[in-house]
C-alpha cells in the first residue's frame, strides 16, 4: 500500500531510512530553517562504515525531492 507523505520531517526520515534502514525515527533530530536542513543522527549510526556514502545520497535527496532546500 501506498501513502502520499504529506509532513515535510516524515518526508526527509523515509529520505534518510531509504539509506540507513536500521534507523528510527524518533532517534532523529531534524530541523530545518529557511533553505537549510541540519540532522542529528544517534551515536549507533557512527558505527556503519557506509556512512559516509549515505550521507552524500541523503543529501543529493532532500536537495532533490524538499522544496526551498538549496546546496
Known amino acids: 500500500m501506498k ?3 504529506t ?3 516524515e ?3 523515509e529520505l534518510i531510512k531509504r539509506r540507513i534502514p ?3 525515527f524518533d532517534k532523529i533530530k531534524i530541523t530545518k530553517e529557511e533553505n ?3 540532522i542529528s543522527l544517534p551515536k549507533e549510526v557512527y558505527f556503519d562504515q557506509n556512512l559516509p ?3 552524500i545520497g541523503i543529501a543529493s535527496e532532500i536537495q532533490e525531492y524538499i ?3 538549496e546546496v
Do not use: P, Q
Request: hydrophobic share 50%; charged share 40%.
Open 53 to 55: 556514502i549515505a550521507k
Open 11 to 13: 518526508r526527509i526520515y
Open 36 to 38: 537549510m536542513v541540519a
Open 3 to 5: 501513502k502520499k507523505i
Open 7 to 9: 509532513d515535510e520531517n
Open 22 to 24: 536500521k534507523i528510527e
Open 67 to 69: 522544496a526551498g532546500v
